[in-house]
């Protein structure tokens, strides 16, 4: 599925918006194998011509375009696959899926199905913060869950009818129940449709649902700025730490 983990590759379009993301990291390792085109560097400058591919380079800015714009920025509320690419620089999932088809912790440190795949446990990594500071713990996970099952949410996930209920064990450990086995929500855990919201952009961000700069997620880069049809920035998150929170396959190309 698109909106699981993948490594975009981006390509020169015309288009309703550009983006530009700044001081690159999975962006500058994913980028070098895409077509040449003209860019600007980080002090203003143009550029234009083919760069040949190496070591990711940081404090860059690359600028690309979609065809479309985003329905919305909150990756919870966006079903545009085209645009997941996107929502994955700012947005990390509990669970990812490896090469191999199976499901291996990324924001959780591990998690645990039980015998007749009716209880699902997540055990979070601890000290993985969101980009407005607030921890990603079970209070947080819980709150998450809490609006994605409520109608508030404009757009109730597929799987919300298997799921008899979710509990904090302790401070870093939730465990989920289910009525009946439900493949999709193991699933869900690896998309960007269940990626976590910082609690105090649950209750206090001006729009939600739109989503945009005062909606803080975990992820390597925050929104910095976006103007309608026309262009979103995106810039490096300082706190996000790569090497304890990165998805390992994703590591060691990206320093």
Do not use: M
């Amino acid at each position: 599925s698109p909106s699981r983990l993948t490594r975009p590759r981006f390509k020169r379009s015309k288009s309703l918006i550009a983006v530009a993301a700044a001081a690159l990291l999975a962006l500058s390792a994913c980028s070098s194998g895409g077509d040449s085109g003209s860019g600007t560097d980080s002090n203003g400058s143009g550029s234009t011509g083919t760069q040949a591919a190496g070591d990711p380079v940081s404090g860059q800015t690359l600028t690309w375009a979609l065809e479309k714009s985003p329905v919305t920025l909150n990756p919870q509320q966006n079903s545009q696959d085209g645009f997941v690419f996107v929502l994955r620089n700012y947005a990390d999932s509990y669970l990812y899926l490896n090469d191999k088809g199976e499901y291996e912790p990324w924001l959780a440190e591990s998690y645990t199905q039980s015998d007749d795949r009716l209880d699902l446990t997540l055990k979070l990594r601890e000290g993985v913060t969101f980009s407005d500071g607030e921890v990603l713990n079970a209070d947080a996970v819980v709150a998450n869950f809490d609006y994605l099952t409520s109608d508030k949410n404009p757009s109730l996930p597929e799987w919300n009818s298997a799921l008899k209920g979710y509990e904090k064990v302790d401070d870093y450990t939730v465990t989920f129940h289910l009525n009946q086995v439900e493949p999709t929500f193991l699933d869900a855990l690896s998309t960007v449709k269940t990626s976590p919201i910082s609690p105090k952009s649950l209750t206090s961000a001006k729009s939600l649902e739109a989503g945009g700069p005062d909606v803080a997620f975990v992820g390597a880069y925050t929104i910095k700025s976006y103007t309608e049809g026309n262009e979103l920035v995106l810039e490096k998150n300082p706190s996000y730490k790569w090497d304890e929170w990165g998805p390992a396959e994703l590591v060691e190309a990206n320093p």
